[in-house]
């Protein structure tokens, strides 16, 4: 079974302009997750789909952030215009909710970006 | 709001033996699930084990185990034999299903190296 997908694994931009990262879960998988990860810290929720549509995003910075899953399957996420602080690991993860509630949680490699 | 603490920034055992990683959390809720997540330096995040609060026995995955105190809100691992291949971060994380949000809220991490 192919993991979760992201694409690209590394990228370096200069503050304000733009950078959009892909991520393709594992086949099935109705529930995608997109976690920020700054250096020295665990991952933070940006935004949760189910299927196409978003259960949480109350943590997107929703002034530069934004994120789609159109055909609830694969997910872009963008940041426009970038900032400093906006340097960090960007994690993609997906799950398959069942009735047993199991709710395992599959990471993808990541994408680390560096503003500049 | 859910708070994961990890008092212990870095660790480190000899090969073989046994540590105990640290975590408490701050929560209201009566039922939620807790997760302790391995990222080697490769930074794919791996499930290690998970709890369920409402069970009141501890999980155990083969060199792993877990001491849950519901009242003390703490939630410990121990890695028995440890191995070189253990050496990574570890987070602790905290879950609560609310609306059909499964926001994960992670500690800081702490790093664990096993010395041969």
């Known amino acids: 079974e192919a993991g979760v997908a992201q694409s690209p694994r590394y990228k370096i931009i200069e503050k304000r302009q733009s950078v959009a990262f892909w991520c393709n879960p594992i086949?099935?998988?109705?529930?995608l997750y997109w976690y920020q990860q700054i250096l020295g810290q665990g991952p933070k929720l940006l935004i949760q789909f189910q299927n196409n549509g978003v259960v949480d995003d109350s943590q997107l910075p929703k002034d530069r952030f934004s994120a789609e899953r159109l055909k609830g399957v694969d997910s872009t996420l963008k940041i426009q215009p970038a900032k400093l602080e906006d340097s960090a690991v960007y994690l993609c993860a997906s799950s398959s909710i069942t009735t047993t509630g199991n709710n395992e949680q599959f990471f993808g490699p990541g994408t680390r970006l560096t503003v500049l | 709001a859910q708070t994961v603490t990890q008092s212990q920034p870095e660790m480190s055992v000899q090969e073989a033996e046994t540590v105990t990683l640290s975590c408490t959390y701050d929560t209201s809720e009566n039922n939620y699930y807790l997760f302790w997540y391995k990222q080697p330096p490769s930074r794919q995040m791996i499930l290690v084990i998970r709890?369920?609060?409402?069970?009141?026995q501890n999980a155990t995955e083969n060199r792993f185990s877990v001491n849950f105190q519901k009242a003390a809100k703490s939630f410990s691992l121990k890695i028995s034999d440890s191995q070189l291949g253990d050496t990574a971060m570890y987070f602790c994380a905290f879950m609560k299903r609310q609306g059909g949000s499964e926001k994960l809220v992670f500690g800081k991490g702490t790093k664990l190296t096993v010395n041969p």
């Open positions: 086949s099935g998988h109705a529930t």
């Open positions: 709890q369920e609060a409402y069970k009141q």
